[in-house]
């Protein structure tokens, strides 16, 4: 053995295979799970780990939901994927193309090659109905699913003499009230393309899209400039006028606003739950259903989900993804579920956790946290309401929140902002659609 | 006298040129050629297949109205950088090379922001002016001026230029006062002499004489705000809002990364690289004969 070949050995050796890793299986599992939400996330693979002898799960947050799916998808062009990946539920029609030419590790069959007695019934119908594909088998496994509610701050609506609104007409009245009372910026939201374009059509039973929403076909078009939703979001263009409403940035940009009392009724996420326990010291919230538009529907239908599932990728060993079936079955045992539900206001993913939550009385001392979980459950879902499959999503996303904001800023009305999203929209459907059959 | 080396290998000048051609043609041509023959496909995101489409890529960005305001975009904020940052520069410089008592101490000050990387300076920016959160969002609005970079595009425009501009201060400072103290003290005391005040004698003397760093600069800072600025951009206002802040080079990304569109990402690329190989060549061209070495 030459001098050049022995340290090119001892090279290998030092870099792959530190001695006490040698004898488990190391699955890697790429996560966009920030802040304390990603604390959580990795204490579910330390405890996995503590308790499995012949699996490692290295769990490593990548940046948000965007930077985490572009960095797996980088990966996998690469060859370096990691078996694990987090996406939210935007990205669901991309990675489901992606499984049609063998990307894809369906968590269907992952589980039944594993072995693993798996049943899907056991999964709330409102989350998984998302993530099946057509006959009804389960791709993906959801790891952390929300719904928007309507967050409150109970001491400014005391203040204001004002009672929770249950419908828009009401919403308007309590943020002029409130206005009057001094409140600066009574009302606004976060994830605006989720919350008042695709939740709001959900919860009123109108289709965003043609082809059920995108879930029978890649042909789907919007439809999203229907007059239900342009005069809802011309409502809140006035509102803006009005000083009632004020916008506050993309994402949960806004959620400084509530928290500092600036706004008192924010539509988000129930997953802000766990860092408002956190940081909400000086006055009461609460969360209730979002308000019905009575001039649409007289009741509300379901809302949709957001949140993200856990995509198993392919090309790698059969032992790993015996590790990785080992994990998705630790995860969506009830105990873990109902803590994580508890937790981070995340809905539990499977009914024993939600019947678990209530035997431990969770519901009676952090009162309408079940707001989420009943919002989806409302009524069987329908075609308009059980979720969105549209290819090149996260980019129409971003289409939408442009449209959005030149009308929050008065340079478009609601009407020409709706449509031009919707033109725009439907050109990245069509590339989708040609990139993908 | 003519000074010649002479190689008596005839391999070794091609030798010593290597690394640099290596260099060149791994990390410009490869990636350049790449970028050229995407931007003629479309491919899905995974990479499993892809569509000779021709110059549709193309087509399709100038059709795309919010494409050519892109230009429109990045023109006035290359522009607006490269002049903030180096008329600011200038003037500190200026004044530094005055100072006589602990000169190095301001200029270790002054040269101190370039150390930032560029994402942290657009955080820190992004909480500066935060609207809830911002301690100088909080000061204009007790001045009365209603700030909110979120919803008011030139707001978030000004945010990405100053914050740009204060980024690469420090590098044309150091630029311009190593400039300053190559001029002569001589010339400056025959024209005092002559009675020029300090004016005079800045703008006949010690500026033509700066020409050839100015020029130098020049490149530089219009280069740096085409392509360096975009994690500044990503931090604070990430294109927004509606289309504000998307400069080309936040589009290629935008386009690219989040969209998983490579095709599109990789013309508007070859467009941005033509037109910063188009503007150096017009500035060494027309602007250069300005300059007095």
Known sequence: ?437 | MQKRVVFRSRLLPYLLVLPQIAITVIFFFWPSYQAIESSFFIEDAFGFSREWVGLQNYFELFDDPGYLKSFRTTLIFGVSVAFLAMSIALGLAVAANRVVKAATGYRTLLIWPYAVAPALAGVMWYFMMNPSLGIVAYWLRSLGVDWNHYLNGDQALLLVIVAAAWKQISYNFLFFLAGLQSIPKSMLEAAAIDRAGPVRRFWTIVFPLLTPTTFFLLVVNLVYAFFDTFSLIHATTEGGPVDATSVLVFRVYNTGFIGQDYGSSAAQSVILMALVIGMTFVQFRYVERKVQY
């Open chain 1, 1 to 437: 053995m030459n001098v050049k070949s022995f340290l090119t050995a001892t090279t290998i050796a030092a870099v792959a295979a530190p001695a006490w890793a040698a004898d488990k299986a190391e699955v890697e599992f790429w996560h966009a799970m920030g802040g304390q939400l990603g604390e959580t996330t990795d204490q579910f693979a330390a405890d996995f780990n503590a308790g499995s002898d012949s699996c490692q799960i290295n769990s490593t947050y990548k940046g948000n939901y965007t930077e985490n799916m572009t960095a797996s998808i980088a990966a996998f062009r690469a060859g370096q994927q990691p078996h694990i990946t987090q996406v939210f539920e935007v990205g669901t029609a991309t990675m489901m193309a992606a499984g049609d030419k063998g990307a894809i590790y369906p968590v269907y069959k992952l589980m039944e090659d594993a072995g693993i007695d798996f049943d899907q019934s056991v999964y709330l119908p409102a989350v998984i109905s998302y993530y099946t594909d057509t006959d009804n088998n389960l791709l993906s496994l959801p790891f952390n699913s929300s719904t928007p509610v309507l967050w409150y701050n109970k001491d400014a609506l005391d203040a204001a003499g004002a009672e929770v609104p249950t419908t828009w007409d009401e919403l308007e009245e309590v943020a002029r009230k409130l206005k009057e009372n001094g409140v600066a910026k009574p009302f606004s939201f976060g994830w605006q393309s989720w919350s008042n374009i695709e939740n709001y059509s959900a919860w009123h039973n109108v289709a965003m899209g043609s082809e059920e929403n995108g879930f029978a076909g890649l042909g789907t078009e919007f439809t999203f400039n229907n007059d239900a939703v342009v005069n809802h979001i011309q409502r809140i263009a006035d509102m803006g006028q009005e000083g009632t409403f004020v916008y506050g940035g993309r994402r949960g940009d806004s959620r400084a606003q509530f928290v500092n009392g600036e706004t008192a009724l924010w539509i988000n996420s129930s997953a802000y739950y766990g860092g408002f326990k956190k940081d909400i010291t000086d006055f009461t919230f609460g969360q209730a259903m979002l308000p019905v538009d009575t001039a649409v529907a007289d009741a509300p239908q379901n809302s949709i989900i957001g949140g993200a599932t856990l995509w198993v990728l392919q090309g790698h060993e059969a032992p790993e993804y015996k590790c990785v079936a080992e994990f998705f079955q630790f995860l969506s045992s009830a105990e873990q579920q109902a803590s994580w539900h508890q937790s981070t206001g995340y809905v539990p993913i499977t009914t024993a956790a939600y019947d678990l939550s209530k035997e431990q009385g969770f519901y009676e001392t952090d009162p309408m946290t079940d707001t989420a979980i009943k919002q989806l459950s409302l009524n069987e879902p329908t075609p308009a309401s059980k979720g969105l499959r549209f290819g090149n999503f996260v980019q129409i996303r971003d289409i939408i929140n442009e449209e959005l904001e030149a009308v929050w800023s008065g340079e478009k009305s609601a009407k020409d902002a709706m449509d031009a999203a919707v033109e725009r929209g439907n050109a990245l459907l069509r590339k989708f659609e040609n990139a993908n059959s």
